[in-house]
């Protein structure tokens, strides 16, 4: 005879004959292998956008993608086929989780959460994508173009403007000239348009040259005449750097204001290189690189914790629905 009676195993919670205990499997607190299965699948939600936002960032400001724009498509397109991939693996989920009954608490959970999981996923996916599309361009427009620009250009050290041509150093980016070189204001000129385009010749501690090619300029730091010539580091003495200036729509102002010093100053300029005067060219074009690079690595640790709190706060509105 069984030790416990039908009136005392209704009175401890349990149905005469049923193999259950007291407790209903709706309140057992979550298993190990549950908490473990959750617990991962909440970290790849907050992994794998993240990782999608940084890599394409990445990409979008290396200088592959520079020198090979059509890298740009095959990343793009590669992306947008991974997220279209997650949102069939979403939409299989869904049909299993509907064929199962399709209802918070009562179809299989497995099935549910497969389905809110590559559904969340799908959605994170997406966000990531536009995300570092626009953070890749805002960092290459900003400040990577420019620094590529130069980088990939050549390097020249001790040029004496009185004895080197403008065109035997058109692939230039960065340069530093003899010691003892200097502004020439006395042949500085300016050119009005929407702005004023300023120049001033770079000369020598010798004789002047039969050409001046190498030229400093900036954009209204100067009178129309070329009076007050203020552009670069004019007045440190330490300066006897450039940096190129390659902005077509600049140049051609530029070569204006060039011609315009010609003819009040009688001088000749065969090949006019402009630059910006700096006093270490090196370093301040590595500066572009390192302010890159920050924004790089805080949009990174932003996106990071805005995802981590999407996901957490989604998770918590989901159990909050399935307890209702």
Request: hydrophobic share 45%; with cysteine; glycine share 8%.
């Amino acid at each position: 005879m069984s030790s416990y009676s039908e009136e005392a195993l209704r009175s401890r919670g349990v149905r005469y004959g049923s193999a259950t205990g007291p407790s209903d499997s709706k309140n057992d607190p979550m298993s190990t292998s549950e908490f473990a299965i959750t617990v991962a699948q909440l970290t790849l939600l907050i992994v794998i956008p993240w990782a999608i936002f940084s890599g394409l960032t990445w990409v979008l400001i290396s200088l592959e993608l520079y020198l090979h724009s059509r890298i740009r498509i095959i990343v793009v397109a590669a992306g947008f086929t991974l997220v279209i991939l997650m949102a069939v693996a979403a939409l299989l989920a869904r049909g299993r989780w509907l064929r199962k009954g399709g209802r918070l608490g009562v179809s299989e959970p497995r099935h549910l959460r497969d389905f809110t999981w590559w559904g969340a996923l799908a959605i994170l996916s997406v966000g990531s994508l536009i995300a570092g599309l626009a953070m890749g361009d805002i960092i290459t427009s900003k400040y990577m173009k420019a620094y590529y620009d130069i980088t990939t250009m050549d390097y020249y050290d001790n040029v004496d403007s009185a004895r080197v041509q403008g065109q035997q150093l058109l692939d230039t980016g960065r340069i530093i000239f003899t010691r003892g070189s200097r502004l020439d204001f006395n042949l500085s000129m300016g050119y009005e348009t929407s702005a004023t385009y300023c120049v001033a010749p770079i000369v020598s501690s010798g004789p002047l040259p039969a050409a001046f090619d190498f030229w400093a300029a900036g954009k209204d730091c100067c009178s129309a005449t070329g009076a007050n010539f203020t552009c670069g580091a004019y007045d440190d003495s330490r300066a006897r750097g450039g940096i190129r200036l390659l902005k077509e729509s600049d140049v051609g102002n530029y070569k204006m204001a060039v011609e315009k010093a010609q003819a009040a100053h009688h001088i000749q300029a065969a090949h006019a290189l402009f630059f910006e005067w700096v006093a270490d060219p090196v370093g301040e074009v590595n500066v572009k690189k390192d302010l890159a690079d920050d924004l790089y690595q805080n949009a990174n640790f932003i996106f990071l914790i805005v995802t981590a709190s999407v996901v957490i706060a989604g998770y918590s509105c989901l159990k909050l629905t399935k307890s209702g």
